[in-house]
Nanobody, 125 residues
Framework: QVQLVESGGGSVQAGGALRLSCSAS?????????MAWFRQAPGKEREVVAG????????KYADSVKDRFTISLDNAKGTLFLQMNILKPEDTAIYYC?????????????????WGQGTQVTVSS
């Protein structure tokens, strides 16, 4: 079993920055292949933000956040990060951490078995 707990959300003005964290706790014989950040804005479907393969560290980003957001992983601490810079009002959403024990499409939510509860990010203009 895998538990994911996000933190670091909050309110910021446009142009500002936030850093989200996701602490992963694994029990039994659980292991993970990839982790990702997704977000869901009010009235919209959940969308991918960025993903990372745990072995090798290869990353992928949604076009809307490329060059502004950076996903990273501290394997020793079991913590996933999302550094968000140059935030825009359209980045306002609940941000979710997700983890997958299987090889699959890094940016496809169907690939992810474990999900956190989410953390709110609000960007004002």
């Amino acid at each position: 079993q895998v538990q994911l707990v996000e933190s670091g959300g909050g309110s910021v003005q446009a142009g500002g920055a936030l850093r989200l964290s996701c602490s992963a706790s694994l029990s039994g014989h659980s292991s993970l292949v990839s982790m990702a950040w997704f977000r869901q804005a009010p009235g919209k479907e959940r969308e991918v933000v960025a993903g990372i393969y745990i072995g090798g560290g290869r990353t992928k980003y949604a076009d809307s956040v490329k060059d502004r957001f950076t996903i990273s992983l501290d394997n020793a601490k079991g913590t996933l990060f999302l550094q968000m810079n140059i935030l825009k009002p359209e980045d306002t959403a609940i941000y979710y951490c997700a983890a997958s024990p299987d090889f699959g499409n890094l940016l496809d939510p169907v690939n992810y078995k474990y999900w956190g509860q989410g953390t709110q990010v609000t960007v004002s203009s």
